[in-house]
């Protein structure tokens, strides 16, 4: 359940195919990025955690037939969970189905300390063209953000651009919006030409390249808060340094 102290992860992947290995892989990845952390336990349909002894067996029988079920760390008191979804190209950018991979933990301080590496390890255990994590609270603003209608306003109620909606978008590579962790695969950087040496250079020193080629962005020092104007500023800038996010400028 999400909680106001929640931290939300979601990365966006190709689609899962029969015998599909990257569940295993974002499961074994977000378990190296947080100490201490298992996630050995399914939820029953009462919402409680049931402990899987052969967890990695299981999955993979759930990954054959293209699934990624939600997993869970069995503690209902401070909950990290993980699945992943099917998203048909009807709703997608370039009319490719793909996958959606969500995970939520505690926004606590070893969880903010370990968030980048989180990221790191779901987005390109997943193979995933481009994520973010982000705090409580960032969808009802991103989602004012949506252009509904071609007369409509031209920026948010925050003063934040207008972004074109994702199944429009042409490319899946295209970042739909920015967040305070931003993952970009190698082909998303080139969309949105990141890095440049010239213009980059306050970013760069919050960012970090991944193994794939990819980038881990991060947007402010703590974890964005839309309520102070130190941060919408840095949202503000980075949107008018990359205006191909959100579709708003051909690539």
Known sequence: MTTPEALTLIVHAPALVEEDARALDVIHGMEKALPGLRLAWRVSEGGHPIALPNRDAWLAKMTRDG?????????????VTVFGMGVSGRLSPGGQARLE???ETPSDAPVIAAAAAMLEAVAEGARAY????????????VAQQFRRSPHGPERSPRGLPMLIRPEKLSAPATPWFLAWLNYWSAAAAQVIGFPDPARDAELLTRARRTPS???????????????????????????????????????
Request: net charge negative; aromatic share 14%; hydrophobic share 35%.
């Open 101 to 103: 991979v969500h995970a």
């Open 67 to 79: 699934k990624f079920p939600l997993l869970c760390n069995g503690d209902e008191s401070y909950p």
């Open 130 to 141: 481009w994520g973010h994590a982000s705090p409580y609270g960032y969808g009802s603003e």
């Open 213 to 251: 080629g990819g980038w881990i962005v991060q947007l402010t020092d703590a974890p964005l808060d839309y309520d102070n104007p130190a941060h919408l500023d840095a949202l503000l800038r980075a949107y008018e340094r990359f205006p191909e996010i959100g579709g708003r400028a051909a690539p």
